[in-house]
């Protein structure tokens, strides 16, 4: 069986140098990786998005690579011990496939799940998709991106009818007269974006933040809003309802371009700032300013992040910011529109090569004959194969174990044990597995409850492409090869795939269908994409490397590929835009006198998602080693709480125990906590598992809380 393949030097670099990006977060910095005799360090390149920069997380990526506590072996559990030990492939990967036949002999084909990770390459993401339906013929794959941008993502799909984070490239936001950041963070998420900020402001632009924190992103701004959490979508109507009654609604562009508007104008008619004050805290002058400042501001770009869409009304609160955009009749306008800041590194490409419950490559819908017929023909499979639509991450997770839930889970690039919310129910629900398979580079806190740990290569061991914020697609290079005993985790689907095979025959047919070559899936993935909203068909590996990426949609190598969506037509039948009316409702849980504080939680910037790997960086660890609680001064003044105080912090589904830390940028009704960290400091023990009934997002963002010196 093959370790996987690995990429010869690009040109004009040296035999131990490699162009490539960031491991982290969607910005996807372009940096430059060095080996000598010494290891390899971390160089930062000049690429369009952070020109030259990076984050700390970035300078200090390539620690990893040599880590002592890299895993090298497989790990399988001994029953009769509980503990887990090393193995070979073939002891590890038999163990798998037994218990993948023995579930699914017992229970039926679904009993077999699969969940993804945002951080996949767009190879693997297609990958582990297609195993999942014609290698294991299950429906249950869903992935953790479905914790990040998936009410955007669903919000952008029925306004525009495509989901591109941004339908724009970055360096717009440096030629913008107004930017409003609704729940961004990028000065502590992806602070090189900060650059575009900087040209922004520096070129006579406002920044207007809607936070509810003082953060180092709204410390920037002109203007900051801090409503209450979870009150985002009334501030958004109540911006409408002035701008209607200012008379800066573009009617011309309303007309021509979108359908479905009388509605929401009489909807937004009941939000006058008052009752928006009332409800948020924002208070009228401010909201009467920042409609001002966008109406009448040029260039307006309008961008949301998870603190707007991590709510169990997320898509409606994402709805809410494009109504308004659409009104002021941005989107498709040169230099103006909407955006989602993406999260994971491969959080766009990660959504839409069929990892996704409902999705198959392409961004096409699993139920849809036209697609399931197109992508099934490109697998060699008859198309009624194809299982139908499982179920979003949380339900999954959810029913793990359970009668009539799957009874066995291979997970990929995933630590839900920390990143899900009400994670100790989902750490029971992993526990009442008859199988759980984790492939990781790490012993993440998921990895240490599997019955089997498949060890995996890095980003600075494999080739691929990972697909940025702005949906522009980027190669990822391998510098060196995987340690021995180690194996990239296309490697890993390939062997698994001919193993459950009942015969040689059969196992060469399904080698040959799983290819562990990442450029040899590129091919076959752009084949899938073809006439699919997110086509790839277009792309290839020489074309990003000439052109610093390509954006999606590229359907032929030699047309465009296409860097601004929406200046003729939106992605819809009918080319236009759709308003969708939607209204404040409350959070899933509301404040009473036994919980009565909001706890919202979020990222610091020496930290990345779970912190598998952030959180055994040295550097990082020194900047942010511990879970924190965040509270004013006032509060803390009123339990008696000092600076560095040990505080718990109870919900209705668990507590978490971490030092105080006061802070006036944060409004005394609310407390927060950085996400990143396991054991007492788990934030996701108190959140919210509610989810938004269109999304699946569960409400990370909000739930009721008391909190008392512990
Ligand atoms: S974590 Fe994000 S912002 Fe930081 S260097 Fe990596 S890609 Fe850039």
């Known amino acids: 069986m093959t370790d996987g393949a690995w990429s010869a030097t690009p040109p004009g670099l040296t035999p131990r140098e490699v162009a490539t990006h960031c491991p982290y977060c969607a910005l996807q910095c372009g940096m430059t990786l060095r080996e000598d005799d010494a290891g390899v360090t971390v160089h930062p390149r000049q690429f369009p998005t952070n020109r030259g920069g990076l984050c700390q997380k970035g300078w200090t990526a390539a620690e990893l690579l040599d880590h002592p506590q890299r895993l090298t072996t497989p790990l399988v559990r001994d029953p009769a011990t509980d503990t887990l030990h090393p193995a070979s492939w073939d002891t590890a990967l038999d163990r798998v496939v037994a218990g993948i036949r023995a579930v699914q002999d017992d229970a039926g084909r679904d009993a077999v799940a699969v969940f993804g990770g945002g951080g996949l390459t767009n190879e693997k993401a297609y990958a582990l998709g297609k195993f999942a339906r014609i290698g294991l013929r299950t429906r249950h794959i869903d992935y953790n991106g479905r914790f990040c941008m998936s009410s955007a993502a669903a919000a952008g799909m029925r306004a525009f009818g495509i989901d591109r984070g941004l339908p724009f490239p970055l360096a717009d936001l440096g030629q913008a007269d107004t930017l409003l950041l609704v729940g961004a963070n990028p000065a502590e998420t992806m602070p090189p974006l900060v650059r575009w900020l900087t040209e922004q402001r520096r070129n006579g632009g406002q920044l207007i933040v809607v936070d509810p924190r003082v953060t180092a992103t709204a410390r920037q701004a002109d203007l900051h809003l801090q409503p209450l959490p979870g009150t985002d979508l009334a501030v958004a109507n109540a911006l409408l309802h002035i701008a209607l009654t200012e008379g800066w609604v573009d009617r011309a562009y309303v007309a021509d371009r979108t359908t479905g508007f009388d509605a929401v104008r009489r909807g937004v008619a009941a939000w006058w700032p008052a009752r928006a004050e009332q409800l948020s805290g924002v208070p009228v002058a401010d909201l009467e300013a920042t409609a001002r400042t966008l109406g009448t501001g040029g260039r307006v770009i309008i961008l949301t992040a998870r603190g707007a869409e991590q709510h169990a009304k997320g898509v409606d609160t994402v709805s809410a910011y494009v109504n308004l955009a659409l009104a002021l009749g941005l989107p498709g306008r040169a230099g103006s529109g909407y955006g989602c800041l993406t999260g994971q590194g491969n959080g766009q490409g990660g959504r839409e090569h069929g990892q996704k419950a409902d999705q198959l490559p392409g961004y096409r819908k699993i139920d849809d004959p036209a697609a399931r017929e197109h992508v099934a023909g490109v697998w060699g499979v008859p198309a009624d194969e194809l299982p139908g639509p499982g179920v979003p991450a949380y339900q999954l997770l959810d029913s793990l174990g359970t009668p009539g839930g799957p009874r066995a889970l291979l997970v990929f690039g995933s630590n839900p044990v920390v990143s899900a919310p009400r994670a100790a129910r989902i750490e029971g629900r992993l526990r009442d597995l008859d199988l759980l398979v984790v492939a990781d580079l790490l012993l993440s806190e998921t990895a240490a409850l ?73 091919a076959e993935l752009r084949r899938a994409s073809a006439g699919g909203a997110a086509d790839y068909a277009g792309i290839s590996w020489d074309r990003i490397d000439a052109d610093d990426g390509v954006y999606w949609p590229c359907p032929t190598e030699d047309g465009p590929d296409t860097p601004r969506l929406f200046a003729d037509r939106f992605a819809t039948p009918d080319g236009r835009a759709r308003f969708h009316p939607v209204d404040h409702r409350p959070a899933a849980e509301e404040v009473c006198a036994t919980y009565p504080l909001h706890f919202t939680t979020g990222r610091v910037l020496a930290q990345y998602q779970s912190g598998t790997q952030t959180r055994r960086v040295a550097a990082l660890r020194r900047a942010a080693p511990e879970a924190f609680v965040e509270l004013h001064p006032d509060l803390a003044a009123r339990l008696g709480i000092d600076d560095g105080d040990p505080v718990r912090v109870t919900s209705r589904r668990g507590e978490l125990c971490a030092p105080a830390r006061l802070s006036a940028g944060i409004r005394p009704d609310t407390v927060f906590a950085p996400f990143h960290y396991a054991g007492a400091g788990r934030a996701n023990s108190v959140t919210n598992d509610a989810v938004d009934p269109i999304s699946g997002m569960p409400e990370f963002k909000i739930c009721a809380v008391r909190v008392e010196k512990a």
């Open 450 to 522: 599997a019955d089997v740990v498949l060890p995996t290569a890095q980003w600075a061991e494999e080739d691929g492409t990972m697909t940025n914020l702005e949906g522009r697609v980027l190669r990822r290079r391998a510098l060196r090869p995987p340690p021995p005993g180690v194996r990239t985790d296309l490697a890993i689907i390939s062997d698994l795939a001919a193993r459950l095979a009942t015969d040689d025959t059969a196992a060469a047919d399904a080698a040959a269908r799983f290819p562990a070559d990442p450029s040899t899936v590129f």
